[in-house]
């Protein structure tokens, strides 16, 4: 799933190639998980100008001089992929054609993208923008695993199932922690571990794939690595399963129950 540092240098590189540009023509492949129906997303967005691209969370919200926002959604398999004039991308869920003849596809092998017309704002902040002490008070009635808080989306925007276990791992705090049991101290060491984990990895995605668009490699990645054994530094890689997720730690890290 392309999460956050994905994201961002996506962001980058769409705006950068879209930005003042009109789409003519907005198509959708498969639509069993559109929000609207098609007509309504061709009505209120083609023949406009694109104005700017904003990552909010997990999303791209791309803007339009009209006031709509076009809302992606990637989930677990989504990319998005440069086509010039014809498409002839596989699996392509929506295609948007600008004036110039660029397009851009959007593809999901699983068909799971999903595409929103002006969504709802998000109340809950950002991973990347947590104000100070928010830990403390959002975390304190909440007695569930930090892996599950963390990836739910309802405490923390942006964080995926990959970059939590990096951001954990960072902290040395366990999976398994119960999310109010983990000390003050320990949570400012969280809170400077999402900004640092998700900073660095947006580094390194970026000087090695300075142009794409779509998720690359995580060989960077410290613990997880579904592949391999050891973190980068040698530390054996347990594996477990916390509510459905796939979780990659190390003995290392503090349990708090």
């Known amino acids: 799933m392309p999460e956050i540092p994905d994201l961002n240098i996506f962001r980058k590189n769409l705006v950068e190639k879209l930005a003042g540009k009109t789409l003519t023509q907005f198509h959708v492949l498969i639509d069993r998980r559109l929000k609207q129906p098609e007509e309504v997303f061709q009505e209120a967005l083609e023949g406009q100008t694109m104005t700017d691209i904003d990552r909010v969370g997990k999303e791209l919200h791309f803007k339009f001089g009209n006031g709509h926002v076009l809302g992606l959604h990637l989930m677990l398999h989504g990319s998005t992929h440069w086509y010039q004039k014809t498409n002839e991308n596989r699996f392509t869920i929506a295609e948007l054609l600008f004036s ?4 851009l596809a959007i593809t999901d092998w699983q068909k799971a ?4 017309l002006d969504p709802a704002p998000v109340k809950v902040p950002d991973a990347m923008a947590l ?3 928010y830990l403390a008070t959002a ?3 909440n007695a569930r695993s930090i892996k ?3 990836t739910d989306g309802k405490v923390v925007g942006g964080i995926g199932n990959a970059y939590v276990d990096e951001i954990l791992y ?8 119960k999310a109010n049991q983990i000390p003050a101290e320990q949570l400012e060491v969280l809170g400077k571990a999402i900004v640092g ?3 660095d990895a947006e580094q390194h995605i970026l000087q090695l794939f300075p142009d794409t668009i779509t998720e690359k490699e995580r060989d960077f990645l410290q613990v997880h690595r579904p592949k391999q054994s050891v973190t980068l530094s040698g530390e054996p890689i347990l594996k477990a399963e916390i509510d459905k997720r796939k ?3 190390t003995a290392s890290q503090v349990l708090f129950e």
């Open 100 to 103: 110039d003849g660029t397009g």
């Open 139 to 141: 975390l304190a009635k």
């Open 148 to 150: 599950t808080v963390l």
């Open 113 to 116: 993208v999903i595409l929103t």
């Open 197 to 199: 984990v998700l900073s």
């Open 170 to 177: 960072a902290a040395r705090i366990s999976p398994f922690s």
């Open 247 to 249: 979780t990659y730690y």
């Open 131 to 133: 104000p100070d002490g």
